[in-house]
């Protein structure tokens, strides 16, 4: 996976906070009290939530890499929207896979 121009941009600009941020990158991506997949879903429900379509899109991917079936995906959508509204809908909707 490409790493996105933000991380690029840190890792150039500030060293130290872009080890920081892969450091937390790591945690969300290994089992815990939590397992991993489940904190990727809350993560996208997040992004959401922030309207950050693209986040969600790209969280997804990574939850269906880490186990998720697509009826927890779509439940986490379905969650988002009763949190959020149709402002959490919307952008959550890049959850799915393009059919076709």
């Known amino acids: 996976m490409p790493k996105p121009l933000y991380m690029e941009a840190l890792e150039g600009g500030d060293g130290e906070l ?7 990158q790591e945690f969300t991506g290994r089992d815990g ?12 429900f997040g992004d959401a939530l922030l309207g950050r ?4 899109k790209a969280l997804a991917e990574r939850a269906r890499g880490q186990g998720a079936t697509e009826d927890e ?5 379905r969650v988002a929207f009763i949190f959020g509204g149709l402002a959490g809908l919307v952008p959550a909707t ?3 896979k393009k059919q076709g």
């Open 33 to 44: 009290a939590l397992p991993a997949k489940t904190k990727t879903l809350m993560m996208m």
């Open 18 to 24: 872009f080890k920081r941020v892969i450091e937390l």
């Open 53 to 56: 379509a693209e986040g969600v």
């Open 94 to 96: 890049h959850a799915y």
């Open 73 to 77: 995906i779509a439940e986490t959508v």
